[in-house]
């Protein structure tokens, strides 16, 4: 069973830096995890996403040089490293995985999120 949770969002100024976890079981080596965020009243959109097994990674153009995603060695939990924050990436953002191929497909497992918020 799948199970995700996401903790370390929070209030920061801009060009502050914030680090989320996300708390995993239940993966495989098999599996990409990643993070997706959504802005009030916008679509949820990718960020970044990983390879379980390698660690191959890959980014959304807005957060590729202030962005980064990792896994523990244990593999148990995933980090997303963000620094120069901007208001605009104020959104929540949610801790996903699934077997899918493609590191932007879509998501079956999602967790609860943890909110972002960045002050001007």
């Known amino acids: 069973q799948v199970q995700l949770v996401e903790s370390g969002g929070g209030l920061v100024q801009t060009g502050a830096s914030l680090r989320l976890s996300c708390a995993a079981s239940?993966?495989?080596?098999?599996?990409?995890m990643g993070w997706f965020r959504q802005a009030p009243g916008k679509e949820r959109e990718f960020v970044a996403a990983?390879?379980?097994?390698?660690?191959?990674?890959a980014y959304s153009d807005v957060v590729k040089d202030r962005f980064t995603i990792a896994r523990n060695n244990a593999k148990t939990t995933l980090y997303l490293h963000m620094n120069s924050l901007k208001p605009e990436d104020t959104a929540v953002y949610y801790c996903v995985t699934d077997s899918a191929s493609g590191f932007r497909d879509p998501y079956r497992y999602w967790g609860q999120g943890t909110q972002v918020t960045v002050a001007s």
């Open positions: 990983i390879s379980w097994a390698v660690g191959v990674t």
């Open positions: 239940g993966i495989f080596d098999g599996y990409n």
